[in-house]
């Protein structure tokens, strides 16, 4: 039997592993589709790292949700136990067992009052287990550590070997199992070996404290003829049961809008080329007391004043001092809270660990269903773990942000000397990147601020002065002067100084220009006075001309008279008189 | 093989009446070998260790797969002591006596406790 279910598998891999979906939150994401379908899967971690609900969630999820009966065998727990266990996650165990659906069979095997008293085998729980598989037409089986039995039955040798059919058997009825085991020493995958059964996939599961916080893990360590991320995924048992938490850069398969929201400021719409995209991510960044916290409330504002839903994640303030402090420049947070549009979740960071914090994120991402979030101040998340792990949760904050096709805007605390870098390396993640910078100049603080990028916009290149009125966040154009740029008061004394220069030099315009008319005047008039002596002096001239031809007359008479009586001579001509 | 009852030796002992009484439970699968085996060295045991006091109850699990939940029956041949308390288990084949008689916690004949 165990030769023809190797064959069907062995085909099947060649093409496309047929998968049974876990209905784990994250985790049919990370292996691509859920676990091998009709072959055994270990799930492996120590005492107390959520193996069993791993096992239970597969099974209530395939019996209530995915219309695949299921049977718990336990080796572990009693029945009562498990039923009280799981109904914490709001798990219905009786129910599904009502239903027909599921059935839970706790095998106590207690080592103090068995005697090994000959040659045995497991028949007892084949039995058991193809009873109950045939009650409920059953497609998914939990094995829950049932390594228990090497102890508890003495006899390793034929605990092996049965254990060997037991596998060989549930792969050749075709059933999706799952078989957890405890974790061995040194590295050791389990305490007795029992992977070498399972050859097709193995989730290691692990539950670390580091500063005092917890984080549970999950590796898929093998899965044969199938890609998996080979990540150590962060998991959360919550309220609602598991939840896997892919790292965000596994899918970018978010949908892209080409709608403008508004971001409450018309000047910053502008410099956007028209508001950000709906679904994108706009990350303010800024020293203290630089506005970030508003510009992110002048979002939400908008959204709720378009009708829409938002969420309000606070980690440095209550939602009482937020609405009051927003109030002082002219945001009115309160009404909106009022009517229901805006939710808002005040916690501190460091409270809980990352891990859960986002588990609740999550859930309220769920329950409200808003339309844009923010997250003011993520740098306080930076408190609680590395400054790697705070990354990857931010990452993944953005991440279930994105999925949803919600706006989110978040706030980082950054110091002045490295504003560019941001303290977060989470910047590829971000869509739009506004910087806040304080400048101080004159005595005076002022705020300018900055588009650092913006995907898929044209957006501006200059840098806006950023006023926090009492009508309001608003922004202003920055003046250029000769010491570079001004802002508040000095902008304004510049702007004052600008204008007594331009009606300076207007009146000194005009002065030159009544000069220049004035020379010119003048200058006419010496012409006149010249053209008049010119014309003396032509008029002297005519008369002398006159003159002189009237006596040249006399004379050349005079000298005809004396060459006529010498007899020889040029007739000498006056080499004056042109004029 | 049906589940039935089978009363050891069909007589109580008088003399016994201070002894305990034995209610015994074999959990078998069909009629494979280490179930006729089993079936076998507990009737042998019983006889010469238990003569008038004991009482077996055969349940075969092909037939009656849910009662293998009602003990808690994993391996096969099972037998389990029901009386006297507590409850105790042995396992396989029965073919070690002297395993069955710690495990049904018998004092051999000749009063020599189990333990020699």
């Known amino acids: ?579 | 093989m049906a589940s039935h009852e089978e009363p050891g030796n069909g007589h109580s002992d008088p003399d016994g009446g201070d002894q305990e009484r034995f209610d015994l439970r074999l959990y078998v699968a069909g009629q494979s070998p280490k179930s006729v085996q089993a079936i076998e060295n507990l009737r042998r045991v019983c006889d010469e260790y238990l003569p008038g006091r004991y009482r077996i109850e055969l349940i075969d699990l092909v037939e009656h797969p849910k009662l293998a939940r009602g003990d808690e029956i994993v391996a096969v041949p099972t037998l389990v002591r029901r009386l006297p308390e507590p409850m105790r288990k042995i396992i396989g084949d029965l073919s070690d006596t002297e395993q069955v008689l710690v495990g049904l916690q018998v004092r051999p004949a000749g009063g020599v406790t189990s333990g020699e």
Not at chain 1, 51 to 65: I, Y
Not at chain 1, 99 to 126: K, T, Y
Not at chain 1, 431 to 449: G, I
Request: charged residues 25%; negative net charge.
């Open chain 1, 1 to 579: 039997m165990g030769a023809s279910a190797k064959r069907r598998g062995g085909t099947r891999v060649e093409s496309r592993l047929p998968k049974a979906a876990s209905g784990i939150r994250g985790f049919d994401q990370i292996t691509d589709g859920g676990l091998p379908r009709g072959r055994p899967t270990l799930v492996t971690g120590a005492s107390g790292s959520g193996k069993s609900l791993f096992g239970m969630e597969f099974l209530v999820r395939g019996a209530r949700d995915l219309g695949e009966p299921g049977v718990l065998l336990s080796f572990e727990e009693s029945a009562a136990d498990l039923r009280q266990n799981v109904a914490s996650l709001g798990f219905d165990l009786a129910r599904l067992e009502a239903d027909g659906l599921l059935v839970v069979d706790a095998i106590h095997v207690d080592p103090s009052e068995v005697v090994n008293a000959g040659a045995f085998d497991l028949d007892g729980l084949f039995i058991r287990l193809a009873s109950a598989v045939d009650e409920v037409g059953a497609k998914r089986v939990v094995l829950d550590t049932i390594e228990v039995l090497f102890s508890a039955l003495g006899n390793e040798g034929v605990v092996r070997g049965e254990l060997g059919r037991l596998f060989g058997w549930l792969k050749d009825r075709g059933l999706t199992t799952v078989v957890t085991g405890e974790r061995g020493r040194e590295g050791q995958l389990t305490r007795f070996g029992i992977e070498e059964y399972v050859s097709d996939c193995v989730i290691v599961l692990d539950h670390r404290v580091s500063d005092d916080i917890s984080t549970r893990r999950l590796r898929v360590a093998k899965y044969r003829g199938s890609s998996h991320g080979t990540n150590e995924y962060p998991f959360l048992i919550t309220d609602r049961g598991f939840s896997v938490l892919p790292i965000t850069s596994l899918g970018l398969s978010y949908g892209a809008s080409t709608e403008r929201v508004s971001t409450g400021m018309p000047e910053l719409d502008e410099m956007l080329g028209g508001g950000v995209f709906r679904g994108t991510t706009v990350m303010v960044s800024g020293s203290a007391g630089t506005g970030k916290t508003t510009i992110a409330a002048a979002m939400v504002d908008a959204a709720c004043a378009r009708g829409e839903r938002a969420l309000f994640v606070s980690f440095e303030e209550s939602p009482d001092q937020l609405v009051r402090n927003m109030a002082s420049v002219g945001i009115d947070l309160h009404r909106w809270v009022e009517a229901g549009l805006l939710q808002m979740w005040s916690e501190r960071a460091t409270s809980y660990g990352l891990e859960s914090h986002l588990g609740r994120l999550e859930r309220i991402l769920d329950d409200t269903a808003p339309s844009v979030v923010a997250l003011d101040a993520i740098a306080s998340l930076a408190h609680v773990g590395s400054a790697g792990e705070t990354s990857s949760a931010v990452a993944r904050e953005l991440d279930l942000i994105k999925a949803r096709g919600i706006t989110g805007v978040l706030t980082t605390l950054t110091h002045d000397v490295d504003v560019q870098s941001s303290a977060l390396e989470v910047s590829s993640l971000i869509d739009t990147w506004l910087l806040v910078r304080n400048v101080e100049s004159d005595a005076e603080r002022n705020r300018l601020l900055f588009v650092i990028k913006s995907r898929g916009t044209e957006h501006s290149n200059q840098v806006r002065e950023f006023v926090l009125t009492k009508d309001g966040a608003r922004l202003v154009d920055v003046s250029v002067g000769s010491a570079g740029v001004v802002t508040g008061s000095a902008r304004a004394a510049l702007g004052e100084q600008q204008r007594a220069e331009a009606a300076r030099r207007e009146q000194d315009t005009a002065a030159r220009r009544g000069a220049l008319a004035r020379r010119s005047a003048e200058v006419d008039a010496q012409i006149a006075v010249l053209r008049a002596r010119l014309a003396d002096e032509t008029a002297a001239l005519d008369r002398r001309v006159a003159q002189e031809s009237g006596e040249a007359g006399l004379a050349d008479m005079a000298h005809t008279a004396l060459v006529d009586a010498r007899g020889d001579g040029p007739r000498a001509e006056p080499v004056q008189g042109e004029d």
